[in-house]
């Protein structure tokens, strides 16, 4: 019976499902991603992410075929770096990874968007949808730093490239404006991505957030 509520609470709340799993790669991503079985972990852990993202998307007005599209090549680049280091292919799935995560981001929106009333799993969605942003820049600026080596530059390490815990760092400071940290683009390209995710959360806060709240607030009949 406790697998069956298990279960079911699941069903109810996916939101609550992926944003846990979206957390908890925040907090295991730095502790894999500086030792010898670290890049094998962090593939096998994108892969999870991948996976339950695909199952997000499917309880969205998201078109599930374009998730599966995109999520089976970045699936297999992901196993083909983690088994066989081919860093070659970084941008390649990295680019992919990025179009995935905003992807799922956009069927969250409209899954949140679509009813006049705010439930319980689209409050976990907006969480969600949030993590989901700063991935999805994150994987962006790991696309700009392999193509452009260089283009963030940060007080420690300055002439190594930047982590993908620095990098996601980044993201969620830019995305919740909530400043910039110690690390920091230095490109032009850089700076564009920058700005475009700093416009995105505060779209994001005002137009999505905004509105869930104020539903949440709205007497019900």
């Keep these: 019976m406790r697998y069956l509520r298990l279960y079911a609470t699941t069903r109810r709340h996916p939101s609550a499902i992926l944003l846990l799993v979206q957390l908890l790669g925040l907090v295991l991503y730095p502790f894999i991603e500086n030792t010898d079985a670290g890049r094998i972990g962090f593939g096998a852990f994108g892969i999870v992410v991948l996976a339950v993202t695909t199952r997000m998307v499917r309880s969205t007005p998201g078109l599930?075929?374009?998730?599966?599209?995109?999520?089976?090549p970045s699936i297999v680049l992901l196993a083909l770096q983690a088994l066989y280091g081919m860093p070659q292919l970084l941008p390649w799935s990295a680019g992919l990874e990025a179009m995935f995560y905003f992807y799922a981001a956009f069927s969250l929106i409209r899954y949140m968007l679509e009813d006049q009333r705010a439930t319980t799993d689209e409050l976990f969605a907006a969480g969600a949808t949030f993590t989901l942003l700063a991935w999805a820049f994150t994987y962006l600026f790991v696309l700009a730093q392999a193509l452009q080596p260089g283009?963030?530059?940060?007080?420690?390490?300055?002439?190594?490239?930047?982590?993908?815990?620095?990098l996601m760092f980044l993201s969620f400071a830019l995305l919740s404006s909530t400043g910039i940290g110690d690390v920091i683009p230095i490109t032009p390209h850089a700076r564009s991505l920058?700005?475009?995710?700093?416009?995105?959360g505060v779209i994001y806060l005002a137009a999505v957030v905004s509105r869930l709240i104020g539903l949440t607030l709205q007497p019900r009949k």
């Design 64 to 72: 599930a075929w374009v998730s599966v599209c995109i999520a089976l």
């Design 151 to 166: 283009c963030f530059a940060a007080a420690v390490n300055a002439d190594q490239p930047r982590t993908w815990t620095e």
């Design 194 to 200: 920058a700005s475009l995710e700093m416009f995105t």
